[in-house]
């Protein structure tokens, strides 16, 4: 038996560590508190998670972030407050593969749920995606994997395309930005160069763009153990901000057998174990959904499956305790949104003239749950708008700070900082809470 699975019985009362503050996890502060799970949050520039009601405990990411230091924080508090027996989250990719990685050295003390490294790459990568995909015979769009401007060059391709990093180990501008769109050959090898000084040539992916928005992506969301679905259901991306290579603002659960196919084909090739949210996109050229990406973690709008009747991060607590879960469907028709990025999409939408306000009322009509507000733990949503502009006001101090700084340092080797506000130091943590 792997050994995220655990007698049941011998681990009730034992907790989970939720290793972000971001919104996934605050959904997963909630689902669990819910079910009376102790739950800690340990928090970097995002923090709403730590501020819910059912967190009890907060503790603060080290600087600097890297695989080291967050794998000799993370056993170092395991150790300081015996959390023998608790389970690991990560909401992040990096965070997640540092798991899997370490996931021989980490079970000594914690729970590291599924999957498997060996497993979780074929999400990890997107070539491995796109590779797994072509051997199983799923749809996806065309991919080009080079290495050089000359082959750029020579490329022959359909205009635009869309840059995408093959995988993310940094934070810079191209792996925020989720992809980038190149309209003709010029640009394309501009913006190649670009990616490549920041990521390594090898890692940028050259993708055939699908047209369409939110309204044509679609994701099959589950909890598999052993290439079978225990809990699956199947969402539309009504809406996103940015408008092209955006995150979810509005997300609507559905019915869609042609997606529910294609995942369970992929998840079962790979024998896979564990929550998991893989991606599609409608082609409306020739009516097929095409595989885009998916995820081995928790992801954006997670929090709308409770609703929906498949909670999800209490459901992978019960499978790595090796609790009974029968086989559940998430109900069509629930709504979930993101205020503060769904009233920019739909601006987007309605200056584009693709939305008339009638029908955004009428979209956000009976809205089943939101990703920030709650009635019964309301703190992070009154907090949330007032912590953004926090974070903006830092980021832009943080922005004059360094200017002067390099002006005042120039030419001499110095520690090295960055002007980027999602990277620097967040001085307006929370302290940890008993």
Known sequence: MPSYFKSGSSNRGRGVMVLSG?????????????HHIPVWAVVGKYRL???????????????????????????????RYGLDGWM?????????????????????????????WDVMQNAFDKRLTFELAERLG?????????????????????FPVVLKPAFKT??????????WLVNNRAELIKRFEEAGKMVGADVVVIQQLIPGGGETQFSYAALYRDGQPLASLVARRSRQ????????????????EDVERSAERLLGAIGYTGLVEVEFKFDVRDGIYKLLDFNPRVWAWHSLTDKAGVDFPYLLWRLVNNEPIERIRGIPGVKWMRVVRDVPAAAQELWGGRLTAKAYLRSIANTSTFAIFSSDDPVPGLL????LFVAMVNGIRSRFH????????RGRSRRDLSADPELAPNTNLPRVRP
């Not at 940094?170 to 992809?179: D, K, L, W």
Request: proline share 8%.
């Open 49 to 79: 998670a730590g501020l819910s009601r059912y967190c009890g405990r907060t503790l603060r990411w080290p600087e600097p972030a890297d695989d080291a230091n967050d794998l000799e924080f993370l056993l170092e508090v395991g150790q």
């Open 88 to 116: 690991l989250l990560a909401t992040d990719d990096n965070r997640a593969a540092l798991l899997a990685r370490n996931r021989e050295v980490l079970s000594e003390r914690f729970l590291i749920p599924p999957p498997q």
């Open 384 to 387: 949330e708008i007032p912590l």
């Open 241 to 256: 901000y940015p408008a092209d290579f955006g995150q979810a603002s509005f997300v609507e659960t559905c019915e869609c």
């Open 170 to 179: 940094s934070i810079n501008r191209f792996t925020r930005e989720r992809g």
């Open 138 to 158: 799923i749809d996806h769009p065309r991919i080009h994997k080079l290495r050089a401007r000359e082959e750029v060059e020579n490329l022959q391709c359909d």
């Open 22 to 34: 971001d919104p996934p996890s605050l959904g997963i502060v909630r689902s669990l508190g819910r």
């Open 402 to 409: 360094l200017t002067a700084l390099l002006a005042k340092v």
